[in-house]
C-alpha cells in the first residue's frame, strides 16, 4: 500500500496512553531505541509515522499491527465514495477521512458546514457489521434519521421512553440523552425529602424542588421567576421555618414523613432504567456524540450513562460547533468519554490546563488557561474544527434592516417585580402595537410564493401570529413550535417546512429552537418580539441563513417606537454584527461572556434604564 493511502495519525481508544502506529513490530522498535522517546510517548508524530511507512512499505496485516480495522475502515470510504461522486461536499471529504481513520475524535466545525452529514458517511464507512448509536438532543432525532436515510438509504429507530423493554431491530440507533438514563424515584404523595447535595440542601414535595441554605433568614427560592408562585405556596402550606443545615428538622404537622438522604437514593428506579445499560451490553461499533458542549457536568447522570454506553465502542466521535464553550476544563469530560479515559482524571486536567487553584470558599476555580501551546497541540490530533472561511464557503447576500411601526396614543405603565418580568411584560405590550403590521407583512410574501419565518419570545404570541396569518391567507401552510411541543414534534415541524417546495409561514419562540435546527428555505425573517439576549438572535438568524441556501434573505427586527423596542434595539440589535464578526456562526452566552464580558442581567438592567429613562416611570 502507497504511503499516502491512508491519513496519518491512526488514533486509538484505551485507558493506555501508548499509541501504536507501525507497520511493522520492528518499525516501532527500530523507531523506539533510535529516538530515546519513553514507550508511553501518547501519539507518534506525523512526519515519523511517514518515515516508518516509507521505509516499511506498509503491511497493515501484521500481527503487531494494532490499527488494522482502521485502515480497512479508510479503504471501505474510499470505495463509497468513488460509488457515490459528489454525494459529500468538497469540504467534507478530510472530515470523513478524520473520523474514520481516529476511535475517538471531536468534529468541531462550525454550525452549517454539515458535521451530522459527514459523520453519518463516516460512520457507514467505519461500521461493516453492528449498530451505529447516535445520542443527540431530542429536537434532533428526526433530523438525523433524515442524514441517515438520505446518506444510506437505511431507516434508523429511535428509542423512544425510559422503560428500555423495545426490541432493537435496526443497525443504526437514535436515542435522546434523556432516555438513557434511569429515571429519578418519585417522592411518594404525602412524603417530603430533603436532599443533600455537597453542602445544599433541597427540598422534594408535591412535584416542586426549593433550595434551602444554610441561613437563618428562612427559605430561598432558588427557582425561575415563573415557578417561584408554587415554590412559595408550598413553604406556605408546609409551614418550614427552616433554621440552618444544622438545626432540627422543622415540624411538617400533617405530612407522613420528613426524611434527610443523599442525592443519590433519588436515582435507579427499577421501572424505569433507561437505555444506558442495554446498549452497553450490545455493544454499538460506532457511537456519535452531538451537541458534545452540552456535556459539562464531569459526572453527571448523562455522562456516566454515556461513558458507559461508550466503553465498548470501535469508534466514538463527538460533534460540537462549540466544543469548548469558554474555558479549556469544558473539553475534558467529551474527551473523557470518547477516548475511553486516555486523557486522565479530571483533576490532572484542570491543574494542566485550566490553572485550577483554590477560591475563597475552599473549591476550585478552573477558569483558567494554562499551558495553551502543548493543549493545541495535543488536542489538533483529534479535533477538527474549521469555519466557513477556512473551508472557503461563502453564503448569499443577508439584509438585516429595522422596520419601525406606527404607535398612536402610546403610554405605558411599568409593573413588575424585578428588571427581568418588566422587560417581558413590556415586550408583551409592544407586540400588541405590531402584530398586525406584522400579518399583514406575512401575508403579502405568501402571495408573492415565498418561505416565511417568524420569531417571538412568547409562547401565546405564536397562536396570535399564526391564526392571524391563516384568517387573511385561508391558502398558507403554516407551522409552529414552542416549549410545550416535545422537542420531536418540533424538529418534525421543521423538516416539513424545510421539505415544502412552496410558499408557506413557520412561526415558534427562538428559545424552543436554539439547538441544532434547520430552517433553510425562507426568503425572510421577521423578528416580532425582541429579545434581549444576543446569543438568541444570532443563533437564531443561523437558523435561517446557513447552507445549503441558496438566494439572499431579508432580517428585519419589528419596532414599535418608544416601547422597550427601542433600547433593545439600541443595546442589543445594533451590537448583532460587530459580536457575529468576532464570534461567527455559532455564538453563545459563554462566548459573549468570555470574549465581551457580557453579562445578561447588566444588559437587562441597561435596557430597563433607557426604556424608564425615555418614558419616566409613572
Known amino acids: 500500500m502507497p504511503e499516502s493511502a491512508v491519513p496519518l495519525p491512526l488514533i486509538r481508544r484505551g485507558k493506555t496512553e501508548r499509541i501504536f502506529l507501525t507497520t511493522l513490530p520492528e518499525a516501532y522498535q527500530e523507531w523506539k531505541d533510535a529516538s530515546?522517546?519513553?514507550?508511553?510517548?501518547?501519539?507518534?508524530?506525523?512526519?515519523?509515522?511517514?518515515?516508518?511507512l516509507k521505509r516499511y512499505g506498509g503491511s497493515y496485516e501484521s500481527d503487531g499491527n494494532k490499527?488494522?480495522?482502521?485502515?480497512?475502515?479508510?479503504?471501505?470510504?474510499?470505495?463509497?465514495?468513488?460509488?457515490?461522486?459528489?454525494?459529500?461536499?468538497e469540504h467534507q471529504v478530510p472530515g470523513v477521512e478524520f473520523l474514520v481513520t481516529r476511535e475517538y475524535a471531536i468534529l468541531g466545525d462550525e454550525m452549517g458546514l454539515g458535521k451530522?452529514?459527514?459523520?453519518?458517511?463516516?460512520?457507514?464507512?467505519?461500521?461493516?457489521?453492528?449498530?451505529?448509536?447516535?445520542?443527540?438532543?431530542?429536537?434532533m432525532t428526526l433530523d438525523w434519521r433524515d442524514y441517515i436515510r438520505t446518506v444510506t438509504g437505511e431507516t434508523a429507530q429511535i428509542l423512544r421512553?425510559?422503560?428500555?423493554?423495545?426490541?432493537?431491530?435496526?443497525?443504526?440507533?437514535?436515542?435522546?440523552?434523556?432516555?438513557?438514563?434511569?429515571?429519578?424515584?418519585?417522592?411518594?404523595?404525602?412524603?417530603?425529602?430533603?436532599?443533600?447535595?455537597?453542602?445544599?440542601?433541597?427540598?422534594?414535595?408535591?412535584?416542586?424542588?426549593?433550595?434551602?441554605?444554610?441561613?437563618?433568614?428562612?427559605?430561598?427560592?432558588?427557582?425561575?421567576?415563573?415557578?417561584?408562585?408554587?415554590?412559595?405556596?408550598?413553604?406556605?402550606?408546609?409551614?418550614?421555618?427552616?433554621?440552618?443545615?444544622?438545626?432540627?428538622?422543622?415540624?411538617?404537622?400533617?405530612?407522613?414523613?420528613?426524611?434527610?438522604?443523599?442525592?443519590?437514593?433519588?436515582?435507579?428506579?427499577?421501572?424505569?432504567p433507561g437505555w444506558a445499560d442495554r446498549l452497553s451490553h450490545i455493544p454499538?461499533?460506532?457511537?456519535?456524540?452531538?451537541?458534545?458542549?452540552?456535556?459539562?457536568?464531569?459526572?453527571?447522570?448523562?455522562?456516566?450513562s454515556i461513558r458507559k454506553i461508550a466503553k465498548r465502542a470501535k469508534w466514538v466521535w463527538a460533534l460540537s460547533g462549540t466544543p469548548m464553550p469558554n474555558f479549556p476544563r469544558d473539553l475534558w469530560a467529551q474527551l473523557d468519554i470518547i477516548s475511553?479515559?486516555?486523557?486522565?482524571?479530571?483533576?490532572?486536567?484542570?491543574?494542566?490546563?485550566?490553572?485550577?487553584?483554590?477560591?475563597?470558599?475552599?473549591?476550585?476555580n478552573t477558569k483558567g488557561k494554562t499551558n495553551a501551546i502543548e493543549l493545541r497541540s495535543r488536542v489538533s490530533e483529534v479535533m477538527l474544527q474549521r469555519s466557513m472561511e477556512d473551508v472557503k464557503m461563502s453564503l448569499p447576500e443577508r439584509i438585516r434592516r429595522v422596520k419601525k411601526v406606527e404607535?398612536?396614543?402610546?403610554?405605558?405603565?411599568?409593573?413588575?417585580?424585578?428588571?427581568?418580568?418588566?422587560?417581558?411584560?413590556?415586550?408583551?405590550?409592544?407586540?400588541?402595537?405590531?402584530?398586525?403590521?406584522?400579518?399583514?407583512?406575512?401575508?403579502?410574501?405568501?402571495?408573492?410564493?415565498?418561505?416565511?419565518?417568524?420569531?417571538?419570545?412568547?409562547?401565546?404570541?405564536?397562536?396570535?401570529?399564526?391564526?392571524?396569518?391563516?384568517?387573511?391567507?385561508?391558502?398558507?401552510?403554516?407551522?409552529?413550535?414552542?416549549?410545550?411541543?416535545?422537542?420531536?414534534?418540533?424538529?418534525?415541524?421543521?423538516?416539513?417546512?424545510?421539505?415544502?417546495?412552496?410558499?408557506?409561514f413557520f412561526v415558534g419562540t427562538v428559545q424552543s429552537l436554539n439547538v441544532g435546527i434547520s430552517l433553510v428555505g425562507a426568503r425572510a425573517l421577521l423578528w416580532a418580539d425582541?429579545?434581549?439576549?444576543?446569543?438568541?438572535?444570532?443563533?437564531?438568524?443561523?437558523?435561517?441563513?446557513?447552507p445549503p441556501l441558496s438566494h439572499g434573505i431579508e432580517e428585519i427586527f419589528f419596532e414599535a417606537p418608544g416601547t422597550v423596542d427601542t433600547p433593545i434595539i439600541e443595546t442589543v440589535v445594533e451590537r448583532l454584527g460587530y459580536w457575529e464578526d468576532i464570534l461567527g456562526l455559532s455564538a453563545s452566552a459563554d462566548d459573549l461572556r468570555g470574549t465581551f464580558g457580557y453579562d445578561k442581567k447588566a444588559v437587562l438592567k441597561e435596557i430597563y434604564d433607557r426604556f424608564v429613562g425615555s418614558i419616566g416611570k409613572t
Not at 286 to 304: C, K, N, P, W
Open 161 to 272: 421512553g425510559r422503560k428500555a423493554d423495545d426490541p432493537i431491530e435496526a443497525r443504526w440507533l437514535l436515542a435522546s440523552y434523556g432516555v438513557i438514563v434511569p429515571q429519578r424515584k418519585r417522592v411518594p404523595a404525602g412524603t417530603v425529602v430533603v436532599i443533600q447535595v455537597g453542602s445544599s440542601f433541597w427540598l422534594h414535595a408535591e412535584g416542586c424542588m426549593v433550595a434551602l441554605p444554610d441561613t437563618s433568614k428562612g427559605p430561598h427560592v432558588c427557582v425561575e421567576t415563573a415557578q417561584q408562585t408554587a415554590q412559595v405556596a408550598l413553604l406556605e402550606r408546609l409551614q418550614l421555618n427552616w433554621q440552618g443545615a444544622s438545626a432540627e428538622w422543622p415540624n411538617v404537622g400533617t405530612i407522613v414523613s420528613f426524611a434527610k438522604v443523599p442525592s443519590s437514593k433519588l436515582m435507579d428506579d427499577p421501572n424505569l
Open 407 to 504: 404607535v398612536d396614543g402610546f403610554r405605558i405603565k411599568i409593573d413588575g417585580a424585578d428588571v427581568h418580568s418588566i422587560v417581558a411584560e413590556q415586550t408583551r405590550k409592544s407586540f400588541q402595537y405590531k402584530k398586525a403590521t406584522i400579518i399583514e407583512d406575512v401575508i403579502n410574501r405568501i402571495v408573492q410564493g415565498q418561505k416565511v419565518v417568524a420569531f417571538v419570545t412568547l409562547v401565546e404570541h405564536v397562536a396570535v401570529l399564526a391564526s392571524g396569518v391563516a384568517k387573511g391567507c385561508k391558502s398558507a401552510r403554516i407551522w409552529t413550535a414552542h416549549g410545550a411541543h416535545s422537542g420531536e414534534a418540533r424538529s418534525e415541524a421543521c423538516i416539513e417546512f424545510r421539505a415544502h417546495e412552496g410558499a408557506g
Open 530 to 546: 425582541l429579545t434581549p439576549e444576543p446569543h438568541l438572535m444570532l443563533q437564531g438568524g443561523k437558523r435561517v441563513h446557513r
Open 36 to 52: 530515546g522517546v519513553d514507550t508511553r510517548k501518547w501519539l507518534f508524530p506525523r512526519d515519523i509515522a511517514r518515515q516508518i
Open 116 to 139: 451530522s452529514f459527514t459523520a453519518t458517511f463516516a460512520a457507514d464507512s467505519a461500521a461493516e457489521t453492528g449498530h451505529i448509536l447516535v445520542l443527540c438532543p431530542a429536537s
Open 340 to 364: 475511553g479515559g486516555q486523557w486522565g482524571s479530571n483533576w490532572d486536567f484542570v491543574h494542566r490546563y485550566a490553572g485550577a487553584e483554590k477560591n475563597e470558599h475552599g473549591g476550585l
Open 284 to 304: 454499538p461499533m460506532v457511537v456519535i456524540v452531538d451537541e458534545s458542549h452540552e456535556l459539562l457536568g464531569r459526572e453527571s447522570a448523562t455522562v456516566r
Open 67 to 89: 490499527a488494522v480495522h482502521l485502515v480497512k475502515a479508510y479503504l471501505r470510504y474510499q470505495e463509497k465514495i468513488k460509488q457515490r461522486p459528489g454525494v459529500l461536499w
